[in-house]
């Protein structure tokens, strides 16, 4: 399974912007690169995903590096409800999801 | 549209003793995976259902097992419970094919305590 690496835990304040980085030196060519968070006695929740080019959706925006090898959720404006475990997860066709410790991102008001 | 619901909320075993989870998926949807996830740690892929056959496993032994029915809802069982067995159990359905869909829908969740 490709790995990724993130920050265990990053801070922000509220109604400021957001950026999560993930490593993933190991993509192959046909994995995609997903983001979910989990809030606070919850089941994780889908936030976005991406293959080469940027996305942005009604949550975040992802920003895909040129070589892939890293990636970037933006949320573009942080509320408190966004304090959340954030997971950084790759995958091919046929395989399943694989989830890492993620990072914990708070949200100071 | 309904969402995943899992059942039970909580639920305390004795090691040794058999469980199941039950697991209904949001409508429209015809995957169900189920994970584990330990305390502090990300969720870990179990196995996957479609169309009531297994189509995928993860890293975990024999004594986990399920059913999914045709109403695409699900069953987790785990025999035998091990004290590690302790964790949060998720289920999560999906619309499209095995392992092709991108977004998740994520239950809530079971808590297990094995003492």
């Known amino acids: 399974d490709a790995k990724t690496t993130q920050p265990n835990s990053m801070e922000s304040n509220e109604e400021e912007p957001v950026h999560l980085p993930c490593n993933h030196s190991?993509?192959?060519?046909?994995?995609?690169i997903h983001w979910y968070r989990q809030l606070p006695s919850q089941g994780p929740e889908y936030v976005i995903h991406?293959?080469?080019s940027n996305v942005n959706n009604r949550m975040a925006s992802l920003a895909i590096a040129e070589d892939r090898k890293s990636s970037t959720l933006i949320l573009h404006r942080a509320t408190l409800r966004d304090a959340a475990v954030y997971y950084c997860?790759?995958?091919?066709?046929?395989?399943?999801?694989?989830f890492g410790p993620g990072t914990r991102l708070s949200v100071l008001p | 549209e309904t969402g995943v619901t899992q059942s039970p909320t909580h639920l305390i075993k004795t090691r040794g003793q058999q469980v199941t989870l039950r697991c209904s998926s949001q409508?429209?949807?015809?995957?169900v995976s189920w994970y584990q996830q330990a305390l502090g740690q990300g969720p870990q892929f179990i196995f996957q259902?479609?169309?009531?056959?297994?189509?995928g496993r993860g890293n975990f032994p024999p004594r986990f097992s399920g059913l999914q029915f045709p109403n695409y809802s699900s069953e987790l069982n785990v025999n035998a419970l091990e004290l590690d067995d302790s964790a949060l159990y998720l289920c999560?359905?999906?619309?499209?094919?095995?392992?092709?869909?991108?977004?998740?829908?994520f239950g809530p969740g079971t808590r297990l305590t094995v003492t």
């Open positions: 997860i790759l995958r091919d066709y046929g395989q399943n999801f694989v």
């Open positions: 991406g293959l080469t």
């Open positions: 409508s429209g949807h015809n995957t």
């Open positions: 259902y479609y169309r009531e056959e297994e189509n």
């Open positions: 190991t993509i192959s060519g046909t994995d995609y």
């Open positions: 999560a359905s999906s619309r499209d094919s095995p392992m092709l869909g991108h977004e998740q829908y």
